[in-house]
Structures are given as C-alpha cells and as structure tokens.
C-alpha cells in the first residue's frame, strides 16, 4: 500500500515505515502530523485518484528531524570580463516517518 502526497508544492510516494526528507515544517520534534493532501491512494489492485484530493484519506506522519540539506553550490561567471561570483545554499528540511495511511 502506498500513497501520493502533496507537500511544499512536492508530490512525494509514501508507504508505511518509510522515512522522508520535506520542506521545512513547524512542527516539534515527536510531533504527530495528519497529512491531509493525499493526491492517490493505491492498496494492491484498488486505485483511488483524487480530484484533486482523495476524500477522507491521510496520513499520518511523525516527525523524526529538522536539519539542513548539502550544500548547493551557485556558480556564475563571464569569459573575458573578469567577472567570477560564487554563492551556497543549504536548505532547510523535516524528516517525517510514515506511520499510517488511512484511505
């Protein structure tokens, strides 16, 4: 059994036990959240796709983390104009562990 979310304007596949890295939410750590932009629930051959939610199906999700991503490295620069900029960015996450997907 899996499940379609939506998520910091992301679609993510989820299935239960599975840890993910999101957008950042405000949550606490140990926090329990109940996804409700569930986009496409599937349970072996039953397929039910939203319209553009799944009415009455979640999931529910604990938070595990918040942290950072790698850095990304921005990198511009003109030949023959002696113009070189770098930049980073790292990004901020929340890592949840999928509990449950009611459906």
Known sequence: ???VI???GKQHR??????LKVELLKAEVGATLNIEEVLMVVNGSDVKIGQPVVVGASVVAEVVSHGRGKKVRIVKHKRRKHYHKEQGHRQWY?????NAING
């Open 94 to 98: 929340t890592e949840l562990k999928i």
């Open 1 to 3: 059994m899996y499940a």
């Open 6 to 8: 939506k998520s910091g």
């Open 14 to 19: 989820v299935s239960i036990g599975e840890t």
